[in-house]
């Protein structure tokens, strides 16, 4: 395996965009290639079946453009999916899950941590897994907030109504005195200081993203497949409908500006 071909990452639309930052700003020499599934975005609310289907199949895609490791980078797509692809793909392959879950056991002192995520992650109780298996004693409240990724989406990131959304969902995890609050959808990243204001200074914030930045460091480091070439890096961009929208969004998070993605629906099929 060649240590120059880019990195796939895929999320069911512009949320993995957030972890695509994490890695442009701490893998800088690093060539990403995204895949947002934005034609059949939500993956939060759909079946495990179904998002194991989608996901292969933009998996596939990935590696049929010659990636040297792929990145999950969708909170549901790697709760449901993450171990089917990892069986079945000849590149190495890792989801945001377990580095977020790393991360907030190391940290909490009260073993008591929160996870807000889609309906889907929460449903599928690996976030508790992953952390119970790490320490048998942490206890898990799971919260979905599934307005929280319209909310992001629409660019409400600091409104009146997304405060009051936060409120809500957060109220039954602060009546529980969690310590430690896991930020378990591509998404909340993007409404950090509404989520910590809310959440207050007596609760920490882990972000995915930036933890699975770090991991795929160390795997890619393992692997001996990090990049040391010093020609820039080239990113490519795939959406699977709505360019323009998609493009509106990456160059208001991204640390490049992103000319265009290309539209790919042979994926589907
Ligand atoms: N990217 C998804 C996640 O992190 C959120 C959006 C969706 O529901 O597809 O779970």
Avoid at 170 to 191: F, K, S, W
């Amino acid at each position: 395996m060649c240590s120059e071909l880019p990195i796939g990452v895929f999320d069911s639309g512009v949320g993995g965009l957030t972890v695509a930052k994490e890695i442009m700003s701490q893998l800088p020499k690093e060539s990403v290639l995204y895949f947002g599934d934005t034609a059949r975005v939500p993956y939060g609310n759909k079946s495990e079946e179904t998002v194991i289907a989608y996901s292969r199949q933009i998996a596939r895609f990935l590696c049929s453009c010659n990636v040297k490791a792929i990145v999950i980078a969708c909170n549901t797509a790697s709760a449901f999916a993450l171990e089917t692809l990892a069986g079945e793909l000849p590149v190495p392959v890792i989801g945001v899950v377990k580095p977020g879950a790393k991360t907030a056991a190391r940290i909490t002192k009260s073993k008591r941590i929160g996870v807000i995520a889609t309906n889907g992650t929460i449903r599928s109780g690996l976030y508790e897994r992953y952390l119970k298996s790490i320490s048998p004693d942490i206890r898990v409240f799971g919260q979905a907030c599934p307005l929280f990724v319209p909310l992001a989406e629409e660019g409400l990131c600091n409104d009146p109504v997304t405060r009051e959304m936060a409120t809500r969902y957060l109220a039954p995890l602060l009546h529980e005195q969690i310590d430690t609050l896991v930020l378990g959808c591509t998404h909340y990243p993007l409404l950090t200081d509404v989520i910590g204001s809310v959440a207050g200074p007596s609760v920490t914030l882990v972000n995915p993203a930036y933890e699975t930045a770090k991991e795929l460091r160390a795997l890619l480091t393992e692997r001996d497949l990090l990049r040391t070439s010093d020609t820039p890096s080239i990113h490519r961009f795939f959406v699977s409908d709505g360019e323009e929208q998609f493009r509106r969004f990456a160059n208001s998070i991204l640390p490049c500006e992103l000319e265009e993605a290309d539209v790919n629906r042979k994926v589907f099929s």
